[in-house]
């Protein structure tokens, strides 16, 4: 007897409620088409070559390929896409030797589950280092899908930029090398800011104080045993509402090590300073904003974008007035020979915020390039996921991470470029800025 038909069995003789199933269903047409939607089905997401669904009593029919029963949560579940069928049957067969479940193969994606161990398990990168392959953690709950921003609120930016606003220059103005190096040779001296270790207690802690420091009012935004997300709120005059956000907690080379040592300096303290950078910058500099700022350091994303999936998806559930959420994900490190380029994600990140945040990039940090990243996944994928127009500011262009220390022991402020740290923290604040002043 196999599990799902005990499961039925089961169920039949204690009365239980329907059994619930994953199923998949055909990639979506595009990134903003909806996604199959019916009485006692749940979305989980959109991925490459496959939609993922939960259902009940086979509500979406034959259009939908179940593969497993669902018990709790996400039960662990990883996506991993391939290059090509050949690759994908390779891992997959891997994977199994190494008693990975595989419980679906598509095209070149298959779906394996065994919760946050399975990226060490199988050595893989669950963050984008990885250039032949992309292993995206499911979100455990439903998610509405991505939406588009407003017609009318594109169109406000798009004019808005068309002349430089004093205010905002003056206030870019204020992000120094200086201040940014102490914040990242702050946060680099807790021994681990894994969500495991007590020590990302202690940091977001200190972080709370120097948000406050800062004329934000903090709250924090507890969501499992992990350390809470931190959340600094500058109010604006409007109903709009701009999350900035970036992950304070950090990992070497193992995911869960509450004690080996993590020093995350550019992953991610380099995006973390940025959030103080930022906030610092909207205090000096006196800006009145009329839309609210809401910056957010998150905890959990190492472990799958925990953290940020949890408050997004509570500001989903109260409606939050979320025009846009800007994220920031290891911001200092430079290649060597290479100019100083922030690149834009191309993938769970809206392309038309994107174009738009690489239009104010160009014009208050000229001197910083722009491109784009293939790598994934970060915390704005949580919010695009869950309907909000989001962007992801990261390093360097190409399909993967280059930085030699990531998710190592050696990941220290000597291998990052400050320069670039405070241009691609300018090309943040800039962004937030148009859009907290676009009306």
Not at 77 to 104: D, N, Q
Not at 120 to 143: E, F, H, I, P
Not at 146 to 153: A, G, L, R, Y
Not at 355 to 361: G, I, R
Request: charged fraction near 20%; charge should be negative; aromatic fraction near 8%.
């Amino acid at each position: 007897m196999n599990v799902r038909t005990a499961a039925l069995v089961l169920s039949a003789l204690h009365g239980a409620t329907a059994i619930e199933e994953w199923c998949a269903a055909a990639p979506l047409p595009s990134v903003h088409s909806i996604p199959l939607q019916k009485a006692g089905s749940q979305f989980r997401g959109a991925f490459r070559d496959l939609t993922l669904y939960i259902h009940e009593e086979k509500a979406l029919g034959a259009a939908c390929k179940d593969f497993d029963i669902h018990k709790q949560g996400n039960d662990g579940l990883w996506v991993l896409e391939f290059e090509s069928p050949g690759a994908m049957m390779e891992s997959a067969t891997r994977a199994k030797k190494l008693g990975v479940p595989v419980l679906l193969m598509q095209n070149g994606t298959y779906i394996a589950s065994g919760g946050e161990e399975v990226p060490d398990r199988l050595g893989y990168d669950a963050c984008g280092a990885d250039l032949d392959k992309r292993m995206m953690s499911v979100s455990d709950t439903q998610v509405l899908g991505p939406k588009p921003m407003s017609q009318s609120k594109v169109d406000s930016i798009k004019n808005y930029i068309k002349t430089k606003h004093d205010s905002i220059t003056d206030a870019v103005s204020r992000v120094t090398e200086e201040s940014l190096m102490q914040s990242v040779a702050h946060l680099q001296e807790y021994h681990s800011r894994n969500s495991n270790s007590p020590q990302l207690v202690d940091a977001t802690a200190w972080l709370a104080d120097q948000f406050e420091l800062r004329g934000a009012f903090v709250t924090r935004h507890a969501y499992s045993d992990w350390p809470a997300n931190v959340v600094a709120e500058f109010k604006g005059t409007g109903s709009e509402i701009i999350v900035v956000g970036a992950h304070a907690d950090s990992r070497a080379t193992n995911t869960n090590s509450a004690t080996q040592r993590a020093p995350g300096a550019d992953d991610n303290g380099t995006g973390t300073a940025a959030l103080l950078e930022i906030a610092d910058a909207i205090r000096k500099s006196g800006i009145k904003l009329k839309a609210t700022v809401r910056l957010i350091s998150f905890t959990g994303e190492e472990q799958g974008l925990v953290g940020s999936r949890a408050i997004a998806r509570a500001y989903s559930a109260s409606r939050e007035n979320i025009v846009a959420m800007v994220n920031g994900d290891m911001l200092g490190y430079r290649i060597p020979e290479t100019n100083a380029t922030v690149a834009f994600m191309n993938r769970y990140a809206d392309m038309t915020l994107t174009e738009l945040a690489m239009d104010v990039t160009s014009s208050y940090v000229p001197e910083l390039g722009v491109g784009w990243t293939s790598g994934c996944c970060s915390d704005q994928q949580s919010f695009y996921e869950n309907g909000f127009p989001s962007v992801g500011f990261f390093e360097h262009p190409g399909s993967a991470v280059n930085y030699p220390h990531y998710h190592k022991e050696t990941d220290l402020l000597e291998y990052i470029d400050l320069k670039q740290l405070e241009l691609e923290t300018k090309a943040m604040l800039a962004t937030v800025l148009v859009l907290a002043d676009a009306e």
